[in-house]
């Protein structure tokens, strides 16, 4: 456990002796990384970088991280590629009633994040935009 910080001195001469004696111990040898590049900066703080190159390493979904109002717009711009991997109009008539539960709910419920700007999808417009799309393949 790491001992407490002694009064009056500062935060960052604590730190750093902490990081000095750390590494005359050896507990930055050989660590995952070590020697090779730093990746290049997205332009993101550190923290979200690193937090979606672990989400991405792990093979998972980056959306999860958006707020509710961005991830349901994402949602919807990503609904026609959905929608064409259905197999059936019940299926795609559960999918988008389901989208606007969602909508609906977020519109009631919406406290914090950025606006929350999506409109509902209309059910019978997506049903014939995905009738169209399995004529033409």
């Known amino acids: 456990m790491t001992r407490r910080k002694p009064p009056k001195v500062s935060f960052r001469w604590w730190v750093d002796r902490q990081i000095a ?4 111990r050896g507990e930055f040898d050989d660590l995952p990384g070590t020697g090779k590049p730093l ?5 993101n ?3 979200t970088d690193w937090v979606l190159r672990q989400v991405r390493a792990g093979g998972h979904d980056t959306k999860a991280l958006l707020p509710p109002a961005l991830a349901l717009k994402r949602e919807v711009q990503d609904l026609p590629e959905r929608l064409a991997r259905e197999r059936t109009e019940r299926q795609v008539r559960e999918i988008v009633e389901d989208l606007n539960t ?3 709910q977020a ?3 919406h406290h914090t ?3 929350l700007t ?3 999808v209309d059910v019978e417009e997506a049903v014939a935009d995905w009738r169209r799309s399995r004529a033409a393949s």
């Open 21 to 24: 004696e750390a590494r005359e």
């Open 39 to 43: 990746p290049k900066p997205t332009g």
């Open 45 to 47: 703080d550190a923290a």
């Open 102 to 104: 969602r909508i609906r």
């Open 107 to 109: 519109y009631l419920n």
């Open 113 to 115: 994040g950025p606006p």
């Open 118 to 120: 999506v409109a509902l």
